[in-house]
Nanobody, 125 residues
Framework: VQLQASGGGLVQPGNSLRLSCAVA????????VAWFRQGPGKEREFAAA???????YYSDSMKNRLTVSRDNAKQAVYLQMNMLRPEDTAVYYC????????????????????WGKGTLVTVSS
């Protein structure tokens, strides 16, 4: 299974960005996918997840500014980020699980088996 995140770049505070994650080697409709991020000097943290049934989950700190979606036909998952802040600067990774996850593990990076290389988002004026 291969994942490729894209769409990162330099954006000014308050603006929006949409990240994409292309999934290959596994049928996306049977796969749970999440976005994590790792800022400079910080640990990797959960941002958002979308389950096989389409249910979505968000980190408490970002939930009002994120929307995760999926297009099974295109084998792609998207992360729409609005009202970006300098503290959102990070490398954003998409990750996929090889089996269904229970709710208590959905936000835990250790339960995801496949990872993309990440895309850098820099929020700065």
């Amino acid at each position: 299974v291969q994942l490729q995140a894209s769409g990162g770049g330099l954006v000014q505070p308050g603006n929006s960005l949409r990240l994409s994650c292309a999934v290959a080697g596994r049928t996306l409709r049977t796969t749970e996918v999440a976005w994590f991020r790792q800022g400079p000097g910080k640990e990797r943290e959960f941002a958002a997840a979308i389950r096989r049934n389409g249910a979505t989950y968000y980190s408490d700190s970002m939930k009002n500014r994120l929307t995760v979606s999926r297009d099974n036909a295109k084998q792609a998952v998207y992360l729409q980020m609005n009202m970006l802040r300098p503290e959102d600067t990070a490398v954003y990774y998409c990750a996929a699980a090889s089996s269904g996850l229970i709710l208590s593990t959905l936000k835990n990076a250790n339960y995801y088996d496949y990872w993309g290389k990440g895309t850098l988002v820099t929020v700065s004026s």
